[in-house]
């Protein structure tokens, strides 16, 4: 297997991880009994820095952040996979860096939050480690 094709895959990956992330980590199911939780979180409103904010505005916006990142990482993930193999083999501290950061969200992922996330997390950084090997 050639190592832009791991790219692809992994870029293939993180967006269906992003659009699933974006689709859901706002979704509340009620038989987690989180309505009261959710509900603070959302009328607990304080002044900071000169903005009126709540818990939810935070959730949501670190949320949306994390979507970005993960379409952010599609798009290098896909740029890589489209690099001559000399050219990807010039840059293996970001080829290895890419990899590990995807490892270390993989223990993060299946630490806090729970299979689906865990899967997508651990299949991209599966194949980020087996491009960023291939690819040098």
Known sequence: ?????????SAGLLVLFA???TIGFRRVDPSWNADAVVGAMRSTS??????DRTYWDFFSGFGLF???FLVFAAV???QFGSMPPEHLSAIPIARWSFAVCFVL?????????FLP???FSTLVALGLVGA????G
């Not at 297997?1 to 895959?9: D, E, F, Q, T």
């Not at 304080?46 to 903005?51: A, E, K, Y």
């Open 1 to 9: 297997m050639k190592a832009s094709l791991l790219y692809r895959i």
């Open 46 to 51: 304080f002044h900071v820095q000169g903005f």
């Open 132 to 135: 960023a090997w291939l690819g």
């Open 117 to 119: 996330p865990g899967v």
């Open 76 to 78: 290098l993930a896909w």
């Open 66 to 68: 994390v979507s970005v």
């Open 105 to 113: 969200i993989a223990g993060l992922t299946w630490r806090y939050f």
């Open 19 to 21: 659009l699933g992330h």
